[in-house]
């Protein structure tokens, strides 16, 4: 490590920004930005986030990290004004591979102005031209989709997921992972927002992980259909008051006989799939379970739309229907709007589905939603420990009325 690492008079200033090392005088405003409850939960700072804590960081941690050479931070000032906005630096060194991790925070009141971004970007560069590091690294725990949103902007492919050394107390040891290589930062676009959270604000336009990442930052939405009956439905997340109706539907011998749901369903499957299962498919952001519900929310049927894992702009659509609503149209509306929202917010290009052959049920639902029935694969489902043949069908943006749009990735509209 050069004398760049020391932090006498290390300073950069780049894209309104000046990162400088901590100062004592910080300590007070490190504390008030760490009483910030998505800071607190995301990242590794003590909860609650004393006085005492900020001062341990400003005087001792953080220039023991410059003087050793194992890390290098931040404080992230408005270039103009000098007031403190984010923290952001590297957070591991390693001489020998010539590598780096970077972390980083932003103050609630510097959200929404692409400040974690900026500085990333701009560390990310300083570390590359002044410290000769090859790689820089980025990490979060599932779910943290504004950390996940920053590192894209900044030019981080996220390359897969692995299990955390040190999770979060109140977290999943469940993690992300991403790479920044110095050609890496050539063509990023300075003015993209940050996400929310503690990385920053509401999301702008930007590559097809950011705009889903900046999706599944927030709280998963409500959709709305009407059935053939004319029933207004909701669809909505799982809840606890859904619990005795899908064990209901889950026992129905329909159920049993075309799903895999588990023979016999106990309650407590029910309870791992309300608060386990749902959850989970959207804090990762492979998709999204609905309850179907009627006017009176009651809990009519379960939806699950997911991201293919073998190719991101194609879904996988399955659902099944509570015994009391069967024949009332609620399956084919709830079927439009969930792909519908597929295809607007996910920007997917295709979604398919798939039923066991003979599910005449299964596959009248769709095709009155719009799917185009494609065949028959041979051995395609596994079916309670059998491989069975599947019925398959795709429905695409245009068979709903909406427009392709070549210019992205997915589907405008």
């Known amino acids: 490590m050069n004398q760049n690492s020391r932090p006498d008079g290390v300073e950069i200033v780049e894209a309104g920004l000046l990162l400088r090392p901590w100062r004592a005088e910080d300590a007070e405003e490190v504390r008030r930005a760490c009483q910030d409850p998505d800071i607190q939960r995301w990242t590794t700072v003590p909860s609650p986030y004393r006085l005492e804590d900020a001062i341990d960081f400003v005087t001792k941690r953080a220039p ?28 591991t060194i390693d001489p020998v591979l010539r590598s780096g991790e970077v972390g980083y925070w932003t103050a609630p009141w510097a959200r929404g102005r692409a400040v974690a971004v900026r500085a990333t970007r ?68 300075p003015d993209q927002p940050d996400g929310g959270g503690p990385a920053g604000g509401p999301a702008g336009s930007g590559s097809l992980q950011a705009r889903r990442a900046a999706l599944f930052a927030a709280p998963q939405p409500v959709l709305f259909a009407r059935a053939a009956d004319g029933t207004e439905l909701r669809l909505r997340p799982l809840h606890e008051p859904d619990l005795d109706a899908i064990v209901h539907a889950c026992r129905d011998p329909e159920s049993i006989r075309w799903t895999t749901v588990p023979d016999p369903y106990q309650r407590s499957d029910a309870e ?42 194609v879904g996988d659509l399955g659902y099944l229907v509570a015994p009391r609503v069967r024949g009332r149209g609620y399956c084919p509306a709830a079927v439009a709007a969930v792909s519908a929202w597929g295809f607007t917010a996910l920007n997917l290009a295709r979604i398919e589905w798939r039923a066991n052959v003979g599910n005449t049920a299964s596959r009248r639902a769709v095709e009155k939603a719009g799917f185009t029935f494609e065949g028959t694969a041979r051995h395609a489902l596994n079916h309670r420990g059998n491989r069975v043949d599947a019925w398959i069908g795709a429905l695409l943006p245009g068979d709903l009325g909406l427009s392709t749009d070549p210019g992205r990735p997915g589907v405008g509209g």
């Open 122 to 189: 701009a560390v990310s560069r300083w570390a590359f031209a002044e410290l000769g590091l090859h790689r820089i690294t980025w990490q979060a725990e599932v779910g943290n989709h504004a950390s996940r949103l920053v590192a894209l902007r900044a030019g981080f492919q996220v390359d897969g997921r692995l299990r955390l050394a040190d999770p979060h107390p109140r977290g999943t040891r469940d993690g992300w992972i991403g790479s920044l290589l110095p050609d890496d930062l050539a063509g990023t676009d």
């Open 272 to 313: 791992f799939f309300v608060h386990e299962h749902g959850p989970t498919v959207w804090r990762r952001g492979t998709g999204a379970v609905f309850a179907i519900a009627d006017g009176s929310d009651r809990y009519a049927g379960v939806m699950e739309l997911r991201i293919s894992p073998a190719d991101p702009l």
């Open 64 to 91: 023991q990290a410059w003087s050793t050479g194992s890390g290098a931070p931040f404080a992230v000032c408005d270039g103009a004004t000098g007031e403190l906005l984010a923290s952001c630096g590297l957070i």
